[in-house]
């Protein structure tokens, strides 16, 4: 059984940091693109970052460029998030998902196509 468990949500104030992690179980690390997404309210969930499964290629979405880093351990099976100088804007529930697709093919792929999916932990930054 397949598990992805994220961690590390909570409440900060604009400009302040939080790390995320996704501790990923029953399967095949190495062979999987990870990535983070993340969903307001009343809006679409949105790619934030990307990691492919040999860990050399990384995407970040413009809003986050520069401000956060995705990361992996291969040894310990997670992946990381680490998100700093937040903004309002950054507030929602954060996802983990793994996916085998080739890594150009992951970053376009519709969110409903995408195998694995975590269960979400929320991120509220105070302005």
């Known amino acids: 059984q397949v598990q992805l468990v994220e961690s590390g949500g909570g409440l900060v104030q604009a400009g302040g940091s939080l790390t995320l992690s996704c501790a990923t179980s029953?399967?095949?690390?190495?062979?999987?693109?990870m990535g983070w997404f993340r969903q307001a309210p009343g809006k679409e969930r949105e790619s934030v970052a990307a990691?492919?499964?040999?860990?050399?290629?990384?995407y970040y979405g413009d809003a986050v460029q520069g401000r956060f880093t995705i990361s992996r351990d291969d040894v310990g099976n997670t992946v990381t998030l680490q998100m700093n100088n937040l903004k309002a804007e950054d507030s929602a529930t954060y996802y983990c998902a793994g996916d085998r697709r080739p890594f150009s093919d992951f970053l376009h792929t519709p969110t409903s196509w995408i195998t694995y999916w975590g269960q979400g932990t929320q991120v509220t930054v105070s302005s």
């Open positions: 029953g399967l095949t690390f190495t062979w999987y693109q």
């Open positions: 990691i492919s499964a040999s860990g050399y290629d990384t």
